[in-house]
């Protein structure tokens, strides 16, 4: 098993790639805290996982929250090896500059980006006192390159890879490796963009699923298990010689 005896948090882990990398996480042997602002999913994904799980509720762009949700895994299993800073937003409509309000680009920067530095500040000197620690930090496609109408999605996604890459630096020598993964678009987007694509027609969700899947080199949308492996690789030995690197996952879309 490639994560024998180890803890690993995981932030957003109710739902989608945050829930699939818990169930591989576990499958692989660590034993995981599944962290969520959601309850119910975050229970959920629990009970999928049984025994060697255990549900923290927290808000990822709270201070407090994050301090107590990095002290709740210590203090369950005295360690902690994995942090997956996976837990995100899209704005349920895709909007420029513009058209974007100051409360949503607050709310996205929020969770996207200021939940990737409070995850890591609370967890690193955890790491730090270890002397090992890996931290996988979720970004984007979006982060990496510009796409239409996604203004503070795209601010938030290159701001967590450059965070990556900087705490990467800082951290090297602490025995600490930090890598991000930029995946392209999902079969699912994240629950607010589903609702709203679901509310705007009944065929919403598959014409996009049909549009982006045909533009594709590979012919197909990622999938959450598609990412989850690419974590799983980040987060276990064989990736011991790779810090502060962007994995993009993205079935070839950015060569296009
Ligand atoms: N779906 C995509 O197409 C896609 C593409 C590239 C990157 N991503 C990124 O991958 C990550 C996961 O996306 P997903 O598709 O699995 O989304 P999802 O919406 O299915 O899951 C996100 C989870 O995060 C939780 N969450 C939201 N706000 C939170 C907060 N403030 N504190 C704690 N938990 C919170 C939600 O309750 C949910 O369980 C996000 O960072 C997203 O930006 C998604």
């Given at each position: 098993?490639?994560l024998a005896?180890?803890?690993?948090?995981?932030?957003?882990?109710?739902?989608?790639?945050?829930?699939e990398?818990?169930?591989?996480?576990?499958r692989?042997?660590?034993?995981?805290?599944?962290?969520d602002i959601?309850?119910?999913l975050?229970?959920?994904?629990v009970?999928?996982?049984?025994?060697?799980?255990?549900?923290?509720?927290?808000?990822?762009?709270s201070?407090?929250?994050?301090?107590?949700?990095?002290?709740?895994?210590?203090?369950?299993w005295?360690?902690?090896?994995?942090?997956?800073?996976?837990?995100?937003i899209?704005?349920?409509?895709?909007t420029t500059v513009?058209?974007?309000?100051?409360?949503?680009?607050?709310?996205?920067?929020?969770i996207?980006?200021?939940?990737?530095?409070?995850?890591?500040?609370h967890?690193?000197?955890?790491?730090?006192?270890?002397r090992?620690?890996?931290i996988?930090?979720?970004?984007?496609?979006a982060?990496l390159?510009?796409?239409p109408?996604?203004?503070?999605?795209?601010?938030?996604k290159?701001?967590?890879?450059?965070l990556?890459?900087?705490?990467?630096?800082?951290?090297?020598?602490?025995?600490?490796?930090?890598?991000?993964i930029?995946p392209?678009?999902?079969?699912k987007?994240?629950?607010?963009?589903?609702?709203f694509?679901?509310?705007?027609?009944?065929?919403?969700?598959?014409?996009?699923?049909?549009?982006?899947?045909?533009?594709?080199?590979?012919?197909?949308?990622?999938?959450?298990?598609?990412?989850?492996?690419?974590a799983?690789?980040?987060?276990?030995?064989?990736?011991?010689?790779?810090?502060?690197t962007?994995?993009?996952?993205?079935?070839?879309?950015?060569?296009?």
């Amino acid at each position: 098993m490639r994560l024998a005896d180890r803890v690993a948090l995981v932030t957003g882990a109710g739902s989608g790639i945050g829930r699939e990398s818990a169930l591989l996480f576990a499958r692989e042997g660590a034993r995981v805290a599944v962290a969520d602002i959601n309850e119910k999913l975050g229970r959920e994904t629990v009970a999928l996982i049984g025994k060697s799980a255990f549900f923290i509720k927290v808000d990822v762009s709270s201070w407090s929250d994050t301090q107590r949700m990095v002290q709740a895994a210590v203090e369950r299993w005295d360690r902690l090896d994995i942090l997956f800073n996976n837990a995100g937003i899209d704005l349920p409509q895709a909007t420029t500059v513009v058209e974007t309000t100051e409360e949503d680009w607050d709310r996205t920067l929020a969770i996207n980006l200021t939940g990737v530095f409070l995850g890591s500040r609370h967890a690193l000197p955890v790491m730090m006192a270890q002397r090992s620690g890996v931290i996988i930090n979720m970004a984007s496609r979006a982060g990496l390159a510009a796409t239409p109408g996604e203004a503070a999605y795209c601010a938030s996604k290159g701001g967590v890879v450059s965070l990556t890459r900087q705490m990467a630096l800082d951290y090297a020598s602490h025995n600490i490796r930090v890598n991000c993964i930029c995946p392209g678009a999902l079969e699912k987007p994240t629950l607010d963009r589903h609702q709203f694509l679901q509310q705007l027609s009944s065929g919403a969700v598959e014409q996009r699923k049909e549009k982006f899947a045909r533009l594709n080199p590979l012919g197909r949308l990622c999938t959450p298990m598609d990412v989850a492996n690419a974590a799983l690789f980040l987060a276990s030995d064989e990736s011991a010689y790779i810090t502060g690197t962007a994995l993009l996952v993205d079935g070839g879309d950015l060569i296009t």
